[in-house]
T-cell receptor, first 115, second 114 residues
Framework: AQKVTQAQTEISVVEKEDVTLDCVYE???????LFWYKQPPSGELVFLIR??????QNEISGRYSWNFQKSTSSFNFTITASQVVDSAVYFC????????????FGGGTRLMVKP | DAGITQSPRHKVTETGTPVTLRCHQT?????MYWYRQDPGHGLRLIHY???????DKGEVSDGYSVSRSKTEDFLLTLESATSSQTSVYFC?????????????FGQGTRLTVV
């Protein structure tokens, strides 16, 4: 069975602060894929990043960066210099070749960025 | 973005009535999914389809059925709605299986069962 844990249910920061959203996963498969999605107040789900288990390189995209560490089964997401527009619920998700195409989502972290 | 349209976007229904939600895609994606979103649970898979007339159960399939008679349409039916099925329902599609590509999501349908 697969599992994704996002221990932080809510985080509140002041604009321009850096913030890290934690994601810890469990899977028995050696080939798996990790995702982050953003759900803004409007409700849609926006894809942010996909990472496979063989690629442990960290990724940076503008103010967003992701730290993938297989040794700790974590795929953490950092927003640098947060902005009010970053306020949203963020989901980490996992699938694998043996998971029947099923994405397993974490419970989500609600990020509130205050001006 | 994948062209995914869910209908209706909002619905209020009474306990015991059947309800059908529709997902329509214009991307010719083979794989389609229905998820429900509830506070604290993230999104959980209800049913999915890997082709026309090919469907399978997900994590929380009890009380739900699906049908896919055309590539572009995936219907979710609540056979006899209950208050526990009050939720936000999301349809998703993928062009390739598993993690080979990301899943694209529709706008969601907010269903309230009273």
């Amino acid at each position: 069975a697969q599992k994704v844990t996002q221990a932080q249910t809510e985080i509140s920061v002041v604009e321009k602060e850096d913030v890290t959203l934690d994601c810890v996963y469990e899977t028995r498969d050696t080939t798996y894929y990790l995702f982050w999605y953003k759900q803004p107040p409007s409700g849609e789900l926006v894809f942010l990043i996909r990472r496979n288990s063989f690629d442990e390189q960290n990724e940076i995209s503008g103010r967003y960066s992701w730290n993938f560490q297989k040794s700790t089964s974590s795929f953490n997401f950092t927003i640098t210099a947060s902005q009010v527009v970053d306020s949203a619920v963020y989901f980490c998700a996992l699938t694998s070749n043996n998971a029947g195409n099923m994405l397993t989502f974490g419970g989500g972290t609600r990020l509130m960025v205050k001006p | 973005d994948a062209g995914i349209t869910q209908s209706p976007r909002h619905k209020v229904t009474e306990t015991g009535t059947p309800v059908t939600l529709r997902c329509h895609q214009t991307e010719n994606h083979r794989y389609m999914y229905w998820y429900r979103q509830d506070p604290g649970h993230g999104l959980r898979l209800i049913h999915y389809s890997y082709g026309v007339k090919d469907t399978d159960k997900g994590e929380v399939s009890d009380g739900y059925s699906v049908s896919r008679s055309k590539t572009e349409d995936f219907l979710l039916t609540l056979e006899s709605a209950t208050s526990s099925q009050t939720s936000v329902y999301f349809c998703a599609t993928q062009g390739r299986k598993g993690g080979d590509t990301e899943a694209f999501f529709g706008q969601g349908t907010r269903l309230t069962v009273v």
